[in-house]
């Protein structure tokens, strides 16, 4: 039987640590490392990165925006970066807030969830914002590749709050009712589920029940403001199940695989001792 992802994040996050690094490779990131903005670029970029890190830290999130801008010669950048990162131990979790319903929703989910797929990651990012029942095509996909799915409910981003923080006709915001679904959907499951949330980890005090068995991506550590001393704060009693994500913070440290290495560890030498008595 395939080893549920929930459970291999779990393992991941207590022999590697917590941290998830991005890999965004942005026009001006490009331009820091001394590369031009084309697939070139990309490519070394992308390489070093996963030759710096693939090896360290629990998970990988390659951001599908920034490699499907250059088409499908950017397309095969990724999957050879998806490729060469699960293959040193890195959980790659797609970063590509799919959302959709019906027979294209679950195009979407034989994209990254099919392990015939060229894509096909550990987990990817969805939106649940078509409603929860939306997704149960990349549910249902994940279930049985062993992968997970991260939907968005408390986004770092500050737009995001007019949608989640409206009140659903039970009476509860939306982002709760949403976290519901994902609770129910991680019932019973040991170590941990495979259905996460993505949370930001600047909100303060998120205000809902964050306990739902399963992981919780906190995008916002670095660039954004957020610290890893932020995390108790805003998740509580289920801060141990939080993957704080970082991109800028580490990858401007690049092109120097040395640098890379080096920031990734002080974060997540930062992350252990803000979570050590959790």
Same mark, same amino acid.
Request: glycine content about 12%.
């Given at each position: 039987?395939?080893?549920?992802?929930?459970?291999?994040?779990?393992?991941?996050?207590?022999?590697?640590?917590?941290?998830?690094?991005?890999? &965004?490779?942005?026009?001006?990131?490009?331009?820091?490392?001394?590369?031009?903005?084309?697939?070139?670029?990309?490519?070394?970029?992308?390489?070093?990165?996963?030759?710096?890190?693939?090896?360290?830290?629990?998970?990988?999130?390659?951001? !599908?925006?920034?490699?499907?801008?250059? /088409?499908?010669?950017?397309?095969?950048?990724?999957?050879?970066a998806v490729e060469e990162a699960r293959a040193a131990g890195a959980l790659v979790l797609m970063d590509?807030?799919?959302?959709?319903?019906?027979?294209?929703?679950?195009?979407?989910?034989?994209?990254?969830?099919?392990?015939?797929?060229?894509?096909?990651?550990?987990?990817?990012?969805?939106?649940?914002?078509?409603?929860?029942?939306?997704?149960?095509?990349?549910?249902?996909?994940?279930?049985?590749?062993?992968?997970?799915?991260?939907?968005?409910?408390?986004?770092?981003?500050?737009?995001?709050?007019?949608?989640?923080?409206?009140?659903?006709?039970?009476?509860?915001?939306?982002?709760?009712?949403?976290? /519901?679904?994902?609770?129910?959907?991680?019932?019973?499951?040991?170590?941990?589920?495979?259905?996460?949330?993505?949370?930001?980890?600047?909100?303060?005090?998120? /205000?809902?029940?964050?306990?739902?068995?399963?992981?919780?991506?906190?995008?916002?550590?670095?660039?954004?403001?957020?610290?890893?001393?932020?995390?108790?704060?805003?998740?509580?009693?289920?801060?141990?199940?939080?993957?704080?994500?970082?991109?800028? /913070?580490?990858?401007?440290?690049?092109?120097?695989?040395?640098?890379?290495? &080096? !920031?990734? &560890?002080?974060?997540? &030498?930062?992350?252990?001792?803000?979570?050590?008595?959790?």
């Amino acid at each position: 039987m395939t080893e549920p992802f929930g459970a291999r994040l779990r393992r991941a996050m207590d022999t590697r640590g917590p941290l998830c690094v991005g890999i &965004d490779p942005h026009a001006s990131l490009l331009q820091a490392w001394g590369l031009a903005d084309d697939v070139a670029g990309l490519e070394r970029f992308t390489r070093t990165t996963v030759e710096a890190l693939a090896d360290r830290v629990a998970v990988l999130k390659p951001q !599908s925006a920034f490699f499907e801008r250059f /088409g499908s010669r950017g397309i095969a950048v990724l999957e050879k970066a998806v490729e060469e990162a699960r293959a040193a131990g890195a959980l790659v979790l797609m970063d590509a807030k799919r959302g959709d319903i019906g027979s294209t929703m679950a195009a979407y989910a034989a994209t990254y969830l099919d392990k015939d797929s060229p894509l096909f990651s550990d987990a990817v990012t969805v939106s649940p914002y078509l409603g929860f029942g939306s997704l149960r095509p990349a549910l249902d996909a994940a279930a049985v590749s062993g992968a997970g799915v991260f939907v968005l409910a408390l986004t770092s981003n500050p737009e995001g709050a007019e949608v989640q923080r409206a009140t659903a006709a039970d009476g509860r915001p939306l982002a709760a009712l949403m976290l /519901g679904h994902m609770a129910g959907e991680n019932a019973g499951a040991e170590p941990l589920g495979s259905v996460g949330a993505v949370v930001g980890a600047t909100l303060g005090d998120a /205000g809902v029940d964050l306990d739902i068995n399963g992981p919780l991506l906190a995008p916002g550590i670095g660039a954004q403001g957020a610290t890893p001393a932020d995390l108790p704060g805003v998740f509580g009693s289920a801060v141990r199940n939080v993957v704080p994500s970082v991109s800028r /913070g580490v990858l401007r440290h690049g092109p120097d695989v040395g640098a890379l290495r &080096d !920031s990734a &560890d002080r974060f997540a &030498d930062e992350v252990r001792s803000a979570l050590a008595d959790y």
